[in-house]
């Protein structure tokens, strides 16, 4: 295996962008109130969540608890959308959500629970007067602003959605399922990167159980991972292959993606691999707390779906594993939903996926390769929720029991 390279201290801003591939962020910026806002609740619109997956996602909070005000910079995006779809549908305890953009400031966002919230512009001031800040915005906001924010007059709580403070040994990473006791009380914390999220929820328990020794992890990621402008760019190459029989020339990915497939996510590092691979990497050493002997490795590809992240995983494990006892243990570990039926072809889709709070993971079977101590499986799960707002939220629901 090429050399892993270590972690940096911080992901500078820069370096988040998806350079030559990916033009714009991973997650959609503050300022990011463009982008086609039907194209994020397609998804949903094609696939209607089975109201047992979003049931059936633990609620960790107290009932007594409950805090003023939450916050979300960055509502109009992506992830914001979603993050306020969580507070409603969780029954968030508290009275008040406000949301920030800039340029979507002065509109306004009818919600279920929380009533016709108006749209601010971005203030220090405003943000501190609520007790959790939400963040889905770009690196370079929450590097200047996310420490600002975090203490003041309410001891505001800041979890950030960007890859601004992953890799600072300082912030908190977490995966409340896996890592959240202790650490949700932290000033500032740091949310994953989709694809480690998603993928974590299958890890972590044959990681406690079996103990891992390597992952290989081959992922195929939806356009929504590059925000809606990747999806955008994907709808319209299909719409207009549709009525012209071409697909136009891309203004966002390098390439064309409808009809093809990108083995390359963000920028190239210099063992050869992406950084959006050596993530997966950095971040699950660091949630899982893994020793520097377990290797990791992951190849990244962009695929022509709308929603949801699917991974091929392969591990390696110190102690004998079986198909059958993988199985039983993903059945009672959180977050996940097993879907390993190929005899009546039921398996782990992206489409299946999306929409929903649980990882489905199937295809499970002993590795040819690394014999009794080697599994096999693939996954799908959506990661603008699990991988991202979904993750932020139940981080703000434990953490409001702990205040």
């Known amino acids: ?6 972690a940096p201290v911080r992901s500078h801003p820069a370096a988040s962008s998806r350079g030559a591939v990916e033009k714009g962020q991973g997650t959609v910026a503050m300022v990011g109130a463009v982008g086609v806002m039907a194209a994020m609740s397609m998804g949903r619109a094609r696939n209607t969540p089975k109201s047992s997956s979003r049931a059936s996602a633990a609620r960790v909070v107290a009932k007594a608890s409950k805090v003023d005000c939450v916050c979300i910079l960055g509502s109009a995006g992506a992830v914001g959308q979603e993050m306020l779809k969580c507070l409603e549908d969780r029954d968030f305890p508290t009275e008040k959500v406000r949301l ?26 405003a943000v501190q007067e609520c007790d959790i800040c939400l963040m889905a915005v770009s690196g370079d906001f929450s590097l200047e602003w996310a420490p600002k924010i975090a203490g003041g007059p309410k001891n505001t709580q800041v979890i950030d959605n960007s890859s601004a403070w992953r890799y600072d040994k300082d912030k908190p990473l977490v995966i409340p399922e896996i890592n959240g006791e202790g650490q949700v009380s932290a000033p500032l914390i740091a949310n994953p990167n989709c694809t480690t999220a998603v993928g974590a929820m299958a890890l972590w328990p044959i990681h406690q159980k079996y103990k891992l020794k390597k992952v290989l992890m081959s992922t195929y990621q939806a356009a929504s991972g590059a925000g809606a402008e990747g999806m955008a760019e994907l709808e319209n190459g299909l719409a207009t292959w549709v009525k012209e029989g071409e697909v136009p020339k891309p203004e966002f990915f390098a ?22 691979e050596m993530k997966v990497t950095w971040e699950l050493q660091k949630i899982f707390g893994l020793d520097d002997d377990v290797k990791v490795s992951c190849t990244a590809v962009r695929v022509p779906t709308l929603r949801a992240h699917s991974e091929s995983i392969t591990v390696e494990t110190e102690e004998p594993i079986s198909p059958d006892d993988v199985r ?5 570990a959180p977050g996940v939903k097993v879907v390993d039926e190929p005899d009546s072809l039921q398996y782990p ?6 929409g929903n709070y649980d990882v489905e993971v199937g295809r499970i079977r002993q590795s040819i390769v690394f014999g009794d101590k080697g599994i096999e499986f693939f996954l799908s799960g959506d990661q603008l929720l699990r991988g991202a707002a979904l993750n932020a939220v139940i981080i703000a629901e434990k953490a409001v029991k702990d205040r």
Do not use: C, W
């Open 1 to 6: 295996m090429a050399t892993q390279t270590a």
């Open 100 to 125: 920030f953009g800039n340029r979507s400031a002065g509109t306004t966002v009818k919600s279920e629970k929380f009533g016709d919230i108006v749209v601010e512009k971005f203030s220090l001031e």
């Open 255 to 276: 390439h064309q993606l409808p009809f093809n497939v990108i083995p390359q996510i963000d920028k190239f590092q210099e063992n050869g691999y992406t950084k959006e």
């Open 328 to 332: 039983e243990l993903l059945k009672s």
């Open 349 to 354: 889709m992206p489409l299946n996926a999306t």
